[in-house]
T-cell receptor, first 114, second 112 residues
Framework: KNEVEQSPQNLTAQEGEFITINCSYS?????LHWLQQHPGGGIVSLFM?????KKHGRLIATINIQEKHSSLHITASHPRDSAVYIC????WGEGGGATNKLIFGTGTLLAVQP | DADVTQTPRNRITKTGKRIMLECSQT?????MYWYRQDPGLGLRLIYY???????NKGEISDGYSVSRQAQAKFSLSLESAIPNQTALYFC???????????FGPGTRLTVL
């Protein structure tokens, strides 16, 4: 079982819909990252969060540390939001400090149709 | 201009050839990473470096080597390429500990 699981793997939405992508993880973490990968490959960091909620434009990311779960929401979705969304976690190390490595999920492929 | 660049962007080579992928950054970040991405798998860490001449193995370092001779550059070498090294390779940079990573545009490598 992967340490970082995303759902759904694929998602098709109509323009304007509210979208939720989920990320569950099985290790203790110091931070969670949401990344966006557009066709053609480039990867952009959207959020880094360790508690609560962050908002940037139409994107909202939430995390529940106790439940080991995070969600990425897109409000008023648009075709330009079509991309792969990747969740990554930074686990705690054996000594109790955060590690310097990220564990990545396999991504959610989002297609927003006009 | 892009802050993190990778060269080449695409490369097709043959089994047994030595290949070098280059990563350059203008962000002034101390930490640099090399990842590979395969269909259906998450990004996997090959090597990382915290500073010039500092080299650390990631989870899939076999068959690869790296060099960090300057803070701005981190190169990845495949000493003798094999077909299962066909993948998309990403370089990333990070300032200090526990911050977000900034990714290059990727290099698509095909080994025939």
């Amino acid at each position: 079982k992967n340490e970082v699981e995303q759902s759904p793997q694929n998602l098709t939405a109509q323009e304007g819909e509210f979208i939720t992508i989920n990320c569950s993880y099985s290790v203790g973490i110091s931070a969670l990252h949401w990344l966006q990968q557009h066709p053609g490959g480039g990867i952009v960091s959207l959020f880094m969060l360790s508690s609560g909620k962050k908002k940037h434009g139409r994107l909202i990311a939430t995390i529940n540390i106790q439940e080991k779960h995070s969600s990425l929401h897109i409000t008023a979705s648009h075709p330009r939001d079509s991309a792969v969304y990747i969740c990554a976690v930074r686990p705690w190390g054996e000594g109790g400090g955060a590690t310097n490595k990220l564990i990545f999920g396999t991504g959610t492929l989002l297609a927003v149709q006009p | 201009d892009a802050d993190v660049t990778q060269t080449p962007r695409n490369r097709i080579t043959k089994t047994g050839k030595r290949i070098m992928l280059e990563c350059s950054q203008t962000k002034g970040h101390d930490r640099m990473y090399w990842y590979r991405q395969d269909p259906g798998l998450g990004l996997r860490l090959i090597y990382y470096s915290f500073d010039v001449k500092d080299i650390n193995k990631g989870e899939i370092s076999d068959g690869y080597s790296v060099s960090r001779q300057a803070q701005a550059k981190f190169s990845l070498s495949l000493e003798s390429a094999i077909p299962n090294q066909t993948a998309l390779y990403f370089c990333a940079t990070q300032r200090g500990s526990y911050n977000e990573q900034f990714f290059g545009p990727g290099t698509r490598l095909t080994v025939l």
